[in-house]
């Protein structure tokens, strides 16, 4: 697992967990591996924006497996997310942390989406009240991390349909919230 912190500041008990890719910016089946394939939503500026006004803390949970797929080097991977955290910044918000799992599927580790091991590494670090806090993503494996964290998991559904993951299974699918983008959700919410 990689962690990077923004500060060392007390975050809020309640706390909005993101996935990233999908959420934030525009996913890629080829795996984002270069500052020139990252692209925001629009929205999601906005959004982040909008969380840092209203005192939101705010912790990214990704799985990264072009790492370990060794299809972009650590150097490179951290010279992208600080390009990000500074344009995430330069628009009004800001990013508490970023909790990210470096492994491929096969791994097996603790860490990657579906399993809770970031969501509940973060809760740990930072003192964060998981019931209180909820998880946004854009597929089933956020849901399945969210509920196996007990955290509420809220699905942001800009494409038609649930990305489902082979054989997942997550509770009450009919019941989560769903927001075609991560600025309604963050309106709702909070």
Known sequence: MLIW????EILPRRCLFLDRD?????DRPDYIKHWNEFEFYPDSLAALKQCREKGIGVILISNQSAINRSLINLEDFWQLHHRMVQRIEAEGGELSAAFYCPHRPDEHCSCR??????LIEAARLFDISLPD???LGDRS???????????????VEREPSLQQTPGADFSSPATVKRYPDLLSAVGELF
Do not use: H, Y
């Open 141 to 155: 494996t956020d849901l399945q991390a969210a509920f196996a964290a007990g955290c509420r998991g809220i699905l």
């Open 5 to 8: 912190t923004n500060s060392c």
């Open 113 to 118: 989406k579906p399993a809770p091991g970031m």
């Open 133 to 135: 806090s909820c998880m």
């Open 22 to 26: 999908g959420v934030v910016n525009v």
